[in-house]
């Protein structure tokens, strides 16, 4: 603790909410999303867990710079926040773009994580598609603003019978993407295409590691993220989940969560 900045004054660099007390589990969002995307899961592991949420560059009430981001940078903000909140190390869970962030963790700052996971994410890079795609992204952003590319991938995140039955989560992830910073999109959508191939870091990291697909995720499937195993990871497919277990099956995700944190 002694090598934490102890300034009480000094302001966090990123927005973050948290809830509970006990272990510190900091758990990422994806791409377009926020903190929110965490409310229906944190009321289930905050009787346990100090749940940390934090806005991702160029997200929700976090900073948006103008520019190019680099997935590197995002997960110095995240050291710079556990500094900020006096931690020496956490648990970090980063969902879809959050896992790339977390993934980038395990390889620059392995010392600050008790462990790892990813959540509907993967260690590969972008293929050339997706690196096209990517472009594509900052193209429509910039042409056409970021209500009409959010209406354009938010169906794709949930599973069909999700679709159906949770409208109000669908709408709820719609409302966060067209609150996004247009810039800030853009930002995140450079990072992500330039981020490297990190599978060798899920398949030598140490930590203990959770991860969790969807068997209905049109996104990432599962052979995109279960690319090594061992005795100190542990993997789970949830069913009925596409690209948003965190509102889709928010009390399965959980019950793995805390499987996990033992």
């Not at 520019?67 to 050291?79: K, T």
Request: hydrophobic share 40%; with cysteine; charged share 20%.
């Amino acid at each position: 603790m002694s090598n934490l900045p102890s300034n009480p004054t000094q302001q966090p660099p990123l927005h973050y909410t948290e809830s509970g007390k006990g272990t510190p589990l900091v758990l990422l969002h994806g791409f377009l999303g926020s903190s929110a995307y965490w409310d229906e899961l944190v009321p289930l592991l905050s009787s346990s867990y100090r749940c940390i949420t934090p806005d991702l560059r160029g997200h929700g009430r976090s900073l948006a710079p103008e520019g190019s981001y680099r997935i590197e940078q995002m997960a110095d903000d995240i050291i710079q926040l556990l500094d900020y909140l006096q931690l020496p190390s956490a648990t970090v869970l980063g969902h879809s773009m959050g896992g790339y962030v977390t993934l980038a963790l395990a390889e620059q700052h392995a010392d600050r994580l008790d462990g790892w996971g990813l959540i509907h994410s993967t260690p590969h890079e972008d293929a050339p598609q997706a690196k096209e795609n990517r472009l594509l992204a900052v193209s429509k952003i910039n042409s056409e603003g970021i209500a009409a590319f959010t209406d354009g991938m938010v169906e794709g995140l949930f599973a069909p019978a999700s679709l159906e039955q949770l409208p109000k989560a669908v709408q709820k992830v719609r409302e966060l993407g067209y609150a996004t910073p247009p810039q800030g999109a853009c930002g995140a959508a450079l990072a992500m295409r330039e981020r490297p191939d990190r599978r060798q870091i899920l398949a030598t990291s140490p930590k203990p590691i959770l991860l969790v697909a969807g068997a209905q995720d049109r996104l990432i499937p599962s052979d995109r993220l279960f690319t090594s195993e061992g005795d100190n990871i542990k993997t789970h497919i949830i069913a009925s989940a596409g690209h948003m277990g965190m509102l889709e099956t928010p009390a399965e995700l959980a019950e793995i969560i805390r499987d996990y944190l033992g």
